[in-house]
């Protein structure tokens, strides 16, 4: 049987090292073709030599050098900077991991898609910032994109078989972050090391935070928008502290059909792994008896109000999931280098929107990925000013 050729941009982080543990559980399975990361040059070459990779890309040409002394002697390619991803998104691959975080892991998806591979995609900007483009690069290429963010990969299982007429509602669930049983008073107050601890899952820092945030779930609910071609009112979160229901699809006839599986990414990367098929994977079972108890609420528009950004990004469409995007990890950045509080981040994110309204009208359509790089780097600048706006009136 001939082997499935394989590529993982950001390999290095949270989702590249779980998709790396499946594959090295049946190497044998596998032709490793692309493995990326950027500034953890050890891990790369650890994974490039033990998984036999044709290349290994850092995206930063500052450590090249270290990268080939890392590779020496292993027959592994190695290569940097921003053009030799995407010259290792152009290798012909069954399957493409798009892993690589922020806006950085558009442009090498994009260009996997024109050789039809299936991407699986966990870069969560890609749907958001450029979502209709995307689908549309996939429909022209024949390839397939399969969701691996938990909740998406959840909604898409429920929708196996079904119609899409049928469909009434998404509910994605959230576990409410690490501070969701804080006072609201308190948040103000919340440090990036309150925000940065996650009760039931283990992500990157970033996307830990965002969760305390909710920013990840209005990204998310984005995300449901544009890969599941639903309108904004048929898609709601609930907060489900256990983290074990991921979503729930609701259809015409009343039937709520929910996917539970145990807080492991490697469940939805080894559902889009092996997809159409199901295999045996390395996570935990649930034991409901034991579970005793699955809690579901609505979240507290005070204390996330991401939650009413989000709606009002999807109703707007266009440009503004690129907006939102870029808003939310600057003001995430204004945070993190202690300049804004935990609760600014949503009032940063309104202003640009609001500005950017302004200067570009947010519901024209994306036409191009330079579109959406430009989009990107105008709002960046404009949440800044945003930053600065915030400081001086807190003074
Ligand atoms: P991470 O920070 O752990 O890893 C990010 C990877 O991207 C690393 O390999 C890093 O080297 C690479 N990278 C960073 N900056 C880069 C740049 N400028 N150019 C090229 N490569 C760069 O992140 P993660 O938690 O693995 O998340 C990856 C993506 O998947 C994100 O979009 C995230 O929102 C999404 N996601 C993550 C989870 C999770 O459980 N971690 C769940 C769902 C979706
Ligand atoms: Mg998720």
Known sequence: MSRRRVSIFGATGSIGQNTIDLIARDAQAYEVVALTGASNIAQLATDARRLGAQIAVT???RLLPELRAALE????????????????ADRPADWIMSAIVGAAGLAPGFRALRHGATLALANKE????????????????????????????????????????AVERIIITA????????????LANATPEDAGAHPNWDMGQR??????SMFNKAMELIETKEFFGVVPAQIETVIHPQSIVHALVGFNDGALMAHLGAPDMRHAIGYALHYPDRRDLPVARIDLAQLATLEFYAPCATR????????????????????????????LDGFLAGRIGFMDMSGVVEA??????????LSNAVETLEDVLQTDHMARKTAWTAIEHHEKEAR
């Open 126 to 165: 890609s749907l958001v910032t450029a979502g209709p483009l995307l689908l549309q690069e996939a429909r022209q290429h024949g390839a397939q994109i399969l969701p691996v963010d938990s909740e998406h990969s959840a909604v898409f299982q429920g929708l196996v078989g079904e119609d899409m007429a």
């Open 175 to 186: 576990s409410g972050g690490g501070l969701r049983d804080w006072p609201i008073a308190a």
């Open 304 to 331: 996330y109000p991401a939650l009413k950004l989000a709606r009002a990004v999807m109703e707007a469409g266009g440009h503004a999931g690129c907006v939102f995007n870029a808003a939310k990890e600057t003001a």
């Open 207 to 212: 996307i830990t935070i965002d969760s305390a």
């Open 59 to 61: 995206a930063e040409a």
């Open 352 to 361: 640009t929107l609001d500005a950017m309204s302004s200067k570009i009208g």
């Open 73 to 88: 002697g292993s027959g592994v390619e190695a290569a940097a900077g921003e053009a030799a991803l995407l010259e290792a």
